[in-house]
């Protein structure tokens, strides 16, 4: 097993190359760089303004133009001076300091950038994962206890029904019905306005308040799936020849379930523990949107529309690094349910 971690932690270097090689130049190479947008900016200025502010003018056919001094002076500021492969290489020296750079649209240190979301993504990250696993793993060893009663078969049809609902349509209809009609829950937000002024109970009620509706539409997705992968694992056990020689031997139906079956069933489970580090970066663009909160998914949008590289070779750096030793963790976690499973 330790040769293996050895061997596994040894190909996410690579890994790690690959992603952030091919990542650094695909927005490189995409139109619209930051030069680009800064000189549409001065020519747009310029022309509003009558020409000559912050370097553009305009010239005897009315079009804008920028002088070359500027240009040049905007390529070294955002480091467009130099070559391609030289600026990765600079990326990759100032990482062993872990310094990111600086982003181009907050004008501040990009990890400060990083570190003032991510609060919000990792409380939901979190939160939908334990309540998740909580919910779903009980609920799919009922199911398989039941299967083909009238509990399986209606709580299968709710599951595909919830499944089907795009959470863009959920959180329309979770903010038109329960936010707005019946009045029980906030719009969006993470917190009240007067949430400073609040006792710390009444803090922690404002917050479960606010999560509530957002967290149903992280969870949805993710609820459906992990609940019939432990059905339909759980069935898998239940007919095996260990499992019908413990009943033989006359072992109460709990402990056969619980103690023999359970184990054997959570193996295919296991391989979503490794989104446990994924939950540190958790974030869904259309749900922080919807629900006006300020977290990593939309900071990861608005970077690649604003082409703020720092930015999204940051995000892309931590993810890729969280996803790699996630599933690192997943075979860790196989090797300690099941024993048998040995990775030489």
Not at 1 to 12: A, G, K, Q, S, T
Request: glycine share 10%; with cysteine; charged share 15%.
């Amino acid at each position: 097993m330790i040769v293996y971690l050895i061997r596994r932690l040894l190909l996410m270097i690579p890994t790690f190359f690959g992603i952030t090689v091919v990542t650094f130049v695909l927005i490189n190479l995409a139109p619209g760089s930051p030069i680009e947008q800064k000189l549409q900016a001065i020519r747009f200025g310029a022309a509003g303004g009558g020409g000559g502010g912050g370097g553009g003018s305009i010239n005897t056919r009315g079009d804008t133009s920028v002088n070359e001094e500027v240009i040049e002076a905007l390529k070294k500021q955002y480091g467009f001076d130099k070559p391609l492969h030289v600026r990765y290489f600079i990326w990759l020296k100032n990482l062993t300091r872990l310094d990111f750079g600086e982003s181009f649209t907050y004008q501040e240190p990009v990890i400060d950038v990083i570190k003032s979301k991510f609060p919000v993504s990792l409380q939901f990250g979190i939160a939908s994962l334990i309540l998740t696993y909580l919910v779903c793993i009980p609920l799919g060893v009922r199911k398989a206890i039941k299967a083909g009663a009238s509990f399986d078969r209606v709580t299968t049809i709710l599951l595909n029904l919830t499944y089907s609902i795009p959470p863009l349509v959920l959180g329309i209809f979770l903010i038109v019905v329960f936010a707005g009609k019946l009045n029980m829950f906030p719009i969006g937000g993470i917190q009240s306005d007067d949430y400073e002024s609040l006792t710390t109970m009444g803090k922690l009620w404002d917050r479960v308040h606010h999560f509530v509706l957002p967290l149903i539409c992280y969870m949805i997705g993710g609820f459906t799936e992990l609940s019939v992968l432990m059905r339909n694992s759980m069935l898998d056990i239940i007919k095996s020849d260990f499992v019908r020689t413990a009943r033989a031997k006359g072992l109460s139906e709990n402990i056969v379930i619980f103690k023999h079956a359970l184990r054997n069933a959570l193996i295919p489970i296991a391989t979503g523990l490794g989104g446990f580090f994924g939950a540190f970066l958790a974030g869904s663009l259309i749900i922080e949107q919807m629900f006006n909160l300020d977290g990593i998914g939309l900071l990861g949008y608005q970077s690649v529309l604003s082409r703020d590289y720092n930015v999204i070779m940051g995000l892309t750096f931590i993810s890729s690094l969280l996803l790699m030793f996630g599933r690192v963790f997943s075979d860790i976690i196989y090797v300690l349910i099941d024993p048998r499973i040995d990775f030489k």
